[in-house]
């Protein structure tokens, strides 16, 4: 085999493994950004609908006992319902503290964040005047409290939460479609160089083969 004949074989074997290369790359960084993708809205997105899902729960635990609470006169039965209200706060903040440390997507889901915290403040000052009356035995002035006060604050309340869920479930949504977006292109990207790649070899072939019988034609 002459030195011309082996640096075209040598293309055609290089535009073959060229071809195979460029392809399996492309493969792998598809599969690569869809994976992170859909690891970005597992780990961020549907754990932070999680913890909203956790807030808006514990939130009607408060209520129902509060009412509970108003409903007694006995001290010793309000106090198990106080207890439980108690705890439902801290655990309304250790989820919103864990939420901003660590699941704020951007400025509008930290503004979302930044109002729930707001409005429960209003919620939460509006509740102590409630428990206070009833503690008190004033169930007059709580009354008052809950139908001037707490009953807006938590319909306020309930309606950002509303809010701030249907915004992260839009994020999904708009995740799994950059994912499908993605993976459509990626696919007609993949095809197009895979059909590339097999011309680049069937065109050095056809040099090749043209330059072996040139070869053997001068022989």
Known sequence: MTYALRQRFWAVVAGAVMAVLVTGLIGFFSSQQISEELEFTDENIIRSLAILSSVERDFLLIRVNAL???????????????????HNIAQI????DAYAR??????????????????LGEYLT????????????KREEALVVVESE???????????????????????DQVVQQSMHSGRRNAWILLLVTAAGVLLVLAVAWLFRRSLQHTQTGR
């Open 102 to 119: 660590d699941l704020v997507v951007n400025r509008q889901d930290g503004e979302l964040l930044q109002r729930d915290r707001q409005l």
């Open 68 to 86: 509970y609470h108003l409903s007694y006169q006995d001290a010793s039965k309000r106090a198990p319902h106080e207890n439980t209200i108690r």
């Open 93 to 96: 903040n250790e989820h919103l």
């Open 150 to 172: 707490w009953k807006p604050a938590g319909e306020r309340l309930t309606a950002a939460f509303a809010d701030h869920t249907r915004y992260k479930e839009r994020l999904v």
């Open 126 to 137: 509006a509740l102590e005047k409630v428990l206070a009356a009833s503690n008190a035995g």
